[in-house]
């Protein structure tokens, strides 16, 4: 019976399978274990071809590499080859020559990984990402559209053309050479004034790199030095060489010392003699928001950043029209703009330091008109910084400017606090009261009453005395960094409509910004981009300036306000932030290549009744850096033609969802742009 059941249990066919598995594995261990135990001899089994004469038969032959013995560890080390391999049993010996291997190719370090695999500072910017270079050529591509009903014929672009090479430095308000030749005058500054081109002579082609341009060096690095070919000009080297502003490190690069005209020994050293001075100067604490006039290539702003104080650097173009090029490459807050014979775009009691070294700005004329203008822009009881050869030079000539200055200052009730060396420090009076007590007639007078000192777009100079807020509003700001989320008194006299308390309103708005930033650090990598000078076109109370502060992101914003829209200025800057005043259908005072990022929330919906939306674009383009990005906030409706207008320009678009979901009216449109060649 056991047998019969044996029987029946090898019919089965899973115990075929099962024994046929085990033997086929049993045979080729026996196999691999012969072949492997020192056995060298290969038998080949071959047949003949059959031919006429010999008849097609099997035949047996004997691996010709039998008893052969072989250095295998030649063939894996391919850095070490060994010379040859002996061989026995055989007459004719075989060399198992090998070539040498070819050299490694030369590292080339464009990281922060250096060729061992470890963290260092020492290295270099590469060239653009290839498929962020495109050769563009220099045609506009368009097509005609009608429209049926009205029979009216439009021309959407496909393609933007470049501009000539002599535009790469092209701004438009500033370089309108036919608007210059017709001023009447340019005896007071005129000419480094707003002149924009008229309608119809708008840009309309996209400003190219200069040839050999590269990705800017990253922030620190950058205040120290800067590739030769993103802005080559030598003629601040060979007229400010010497007094340290700026020199040539060897082929390709400029080097910055940190040196100026009245500090050749280093802007550090001048600042901690102006804290010296006047203690109650802390540069990071009370000083906050400080203007440095007539600003060379920014090296004084550039010091204060580390002391926690953002500066806005400004100076004209003029004979030295690059200086503020430079100051931007480094990747210093800096703005062209001139005293002249218009309001500088900032508002009253922005600042709270105003620094002048060597500005070549004569504050005496026109009964100290350019003065008051200084005096409108700084804080009730801020400083002013005057380092100039009248100070402490004692020639006939520089004696009479300095007790003109000493007049005109005092007629201003300014205190002089401090004046030791080559620099003279007054400070600015806390409210109305040494002005109202002046005897009457004395000039300069007090403004009207409704003047606004806060309006200045377009606006002339004006020869009086702008009046400080009775409430003392704009005299008491918190110390930074409290300021930054601190609602400012000014926050109540801003003309806006408001249906919650207006603390509220910026609170609520500070931590909107501040939850979007940091979904940008977290989902999008922000940290990672190297942002550093970037641009907010629409920046309401500064929140998002605020946000990536909070967010410790290594940048610095500036704040336009559009005058389209409420006056927040003087909030922007009572938080400790700066910014300024603009109209975006007009071009921007600024360089090309100035900006990292362009940041524009609710922009086009905005400004489409009013301005072009490809000439915004446009501008936007020229500010815009090689490889630098665009985040557009704005509702869907404006975002198709956004898009066709970004394609025309060579930007790389792509539009996503807000965290609202794909169901929200608003969108990001988030843009790259490239490099384009001729």
């Known amino acids: 019976m056991k047998l019969l059941g044996n029987v029946d249990f090898l019919k089965n066919q899973t115990a075929i399978k099962v024994a046929a598995f085990v033997f086929i594995s049993i045979a080729f261990f026996y196999l691999g274990k012969h072949w492997s135990d020192g056995s060298r001899q290969f038998i080949f089994f071959s047949r003949q071809s059959p031919s006429d004469t010999t008849p097609s038969s099997p035949s047996i032959s004997v691996s010709p590499n039998l008893n052969k013995e072989f250095n295998i560890s030649s063939i894996i080390n391919t850095t070490e080859p060994k010379p040859a391999v002996s061989v026995k049993n055989e007459e004719k010996p075989v060399l198992a020559s090998q070539a040498a291997p070819p050299p490694p190719p030369e590292i080339k370090i464009y990281g922060i990984v250096d060729e061992n695999g470890t963290m260092s500072d020492d290295f270099e910017i590469g060239e653009f990402d290839p498929d962020l270079v495109e050769n563009w050529g220099n045609g506009t591509d368009a097509e005609a559209e009608a429209e049926k009903e009205d029979v009216k014929l439009t021309f959407r672009v496909k393609k933007f053309r470049l501009c000539e090479e002599n535009r790469r430095e092209y701004i438009p308000c500033l370089d309108n050479v036919e608007a210059i030749k017709r001023l009447k005058s340019t005896e007071r500054g005129e000419r480094f004034e ?241 002005y109202l007590s002046r005897e009457a007639g004395t000039k300069p007078p007090l403004c009207d009453p409704d003047d606004d000192p806060d309006n200045v777009w377009y606006v002339n100079l004006k020869a009086c005395i702008s009046r400080l807020p009775e409430n003392g509003y704009g005299a008491n700001v918190a110390p930074w960094p409290a300021r930054l989320q601190t609602p400012p008194d000014r926050l109540q006299s801003i003309q806006i409509d408001s249906y919650i308390a207006r603390k509220e309103l910026f609170k609520a708005e500070s931590k909107y910004w501040n939850e979007i930033v940091a979904s940008y650090v977290r989902v999008l990598h922000w940290k990672k981009f190297k942002l550093r000078n970037i641009l907010d076109m629409r920046a309401g109370f500064g929140g998002f300036a605020a946000a990536l502060i909070d967010n410790q992101l290594d940048a610095w914003v500036l704040n336009v306000v559009p005058v389209s829209g409420p006056n927040t200025l003087p909030v922007i800057y009572d938080r400790g932030l700066i910014g300024v005043m603009h109209d975006w259908c007009e071009p921007f005072d600024t360089y090309p290549r100035t900006f990292d990022l362009l940041h524009a929330a609710g922009l086009f919906s905005t400004e489409r009744k009013r301005c072009n939306m490809s000439t915004i674009m446009l501008e936007m383009d020229r500010m815009l850096r090689p490889g630098g990005r665009v985040y557009i906030r704005d509702s869907l409706d404006v975002m198709d033609e956004l898009q066709e207008i970004a394609k025309a320009m060579g930007w790389h678009p792509a539009l996503r969802d807000t965290s609202e979901g794909p169901h929200a009216s608003y969108r990001i449109l988030i843009c790259e742009k490239g490099l384009l060649r001729g």
């Open 194 to 434: 707003r002149h924009c081109p008229e309608t119809g002579k708008v840009l309309n082609c996209l400003v190219p790199a200069p040839k050999g341009y590269r990705p800017p060096i990253p922030w620190p690095r950058s205040r120290d030095e800067v590739w030769f070919n993103n802005v080559p000009h030598t003629r601040l080297v060979d007229d400010k060489g010497g007094q340290n502003w700026i020199s040539k490190k060897g082929k390709d690069k400029f080097k910055f010392p940190g040196g100026g005209t009245q500090f050749i020994h280093g802007a550090d050293q001048y600042l901690d003699q102006i804290s010296k001075m006047v203690h109650e100067i802390t540069f990071g604490h009370h000083i906050r928001v400080v203007m440095d006039v007539g600003c060379g290539v920014a090296s004084f702003g550039a010091y204060l950043l580390p002391r926690n104080v953002i500066t806005m650097s400004i100076a004209p173009k003029d004979v030295h029209e690059n200086q503020i090029q430079f100051a931007l490459e480094r990747g210093v807050p800096a703005m062209v703009a001139a005293f002249a014979t218009r309001r500088l775009l900032y508002p009253s009691q922005a600042f709270d330091l105003i620094h002048c070294s060597r500005c070549r700005i004569n504050w005496t004329r026109d009964d100290g008109i350019l003065l008051l203008e200084v005096n409108r822009m700084l804080r009730a009881g801020g400083y002013f910084a005057w380092a100039a050869q009248p100070v402490y030079k004692h020639e006939e000539a520089l004696e009479e400017q300095w007790e003109e200055m000493l007049n005109l200052t005092t007629h201003l009730c300014w205190n002089l606090v401090k004046k030791e060396g080559y620099i003279a420090i007054w400070q600015k009076p806390f409210n109305n009261s040494c």
